[in-house]
């Protein structure tokens, strides 16, 4: 492991499929090597657009979201500065997800459109992808039913943000030292 990369694993819940179009709901985030040191933050939609289907796997409510939740630019600044506190100013995070073409895509656009930058830069690591080029499988063996299967992980996925953050560190983590 290269001490000036710090693996953050980062999961979200969403209302729908692209940023800009869906609301971000919750974001929950870990580093891959303490996964006590965690974030947890649940937003105020910022558009009307859902998806019944994503609302339903999530389980929230966009009016009850909309009184509980945190203001986008405050969440999205709380979590910058989550991850500034924990890292020395020499190391660079390292977006980590399941999946993380879709979660990186709405952490990047709300980065940019509430704080006007993005401290994981503009690239992440796919947890699905990394596994495939480490174990050689086949695209169709990516779930996280396999990898939970062939890793011998504990954890499970919940569509729970900070949950299945957790749950991929925990993946990552066992990818990484079968790996050394």
Same mark, same amino acid.
């Given at each position: 492991?290269?001490?000036?990369?710090? #693996?953050?694993?980062?999961?979200?819940? @969403?209302?729908?499929?692209?940023?800009?179009?869906?609301?971000?709901?919750?974001?929950?985030?870990?580093?891959?090597?303490?996964?006590?040191?965690?974030? %947890?933050?649940?937003?105020?939609?910022?558009?009307?657009?859902?998806?019944?289907?994503?609302?339903?796997?999530?389980?929230?409510?966009? =009016?009850?979201?909309?009184?509980?939740?945190?203001?986008?630019?405050?969440?999205?600044? =709380?979590?910058?500065?989550?991850? @500034?506190?924990?890292?020395?100013?020499?190391?660079?995070?390292? #977006?980590?997800?399941?999946?993380?073409?879709?979660?990186?895509?709405?952490?990047?656009?709300?980065?940019?459109? %509430?704080?006007?930058?993005?401290?994981?830069?503009?690239?992440?690591?796919?947890?699905?992808?990394?596994?495939?080029?480490? @174990?050689?499988?086949?695209?169709?063996?990516?779930?996280?039913?396999?990898? @939970?299967?062939?890793?011998?992980?504990?954890?499970?996925?919940?569509?729970?943000?900070?949950?299945?953050?957790?749950? =991929?560190?925990?993946?990552?983590?066992?990818?990484?030292?079968?790996?050394?």
């Amino acid at each position: 492991m290269n001490a000036s990369e710090i #693996f953050v694993s980062v999961d979200i819940e @969403t209302s729908g499929p692209v940023p800009g179009l869906f609301s971000l709901l919750s974001i929950g985030a870990c580093l891959v090597h303490a996964p006590d040191v965690r974030f %947890y933050a649940e937003l105020k939609p910022d558009c009307t657009g859902f998806d019944p289907e994503a609302l339903a796997v999530t389980g929230f409510n966009l =009016q009850a979201l909309a009184t509980t939740g945190i203001a986008p630019a405050d969440a999205m600044l =709380q979590l910058s500065t989550w991850l @500034t506190s924990h890292l020395q100013p020499s190391q660079k995070p390292v #977006f980590t997800g399941l999946n993380a073409p879709f979660d990186w895509s709405f952490i990047n656009y709300y980065f940019h459109k %509430y704080t006007e930058n993005n401290p994981f830069g503009f690239s992440a690591l796919d947890i699905k992808a990394y596994f495939m080029g480490a @174990t050689g499988c086949t695209w169709s063996e990516t779930k996280s039913s396999m990898m @939970t299967q062939r890793l011998s992980a504990k954890g499970r996925s919940s569509h729970n943000a900070l949950d299945d953050a957790l749950f =991929q560190a925990e993946l990552f983590a066992l990818m990484q030292n079968k790996g050394s």
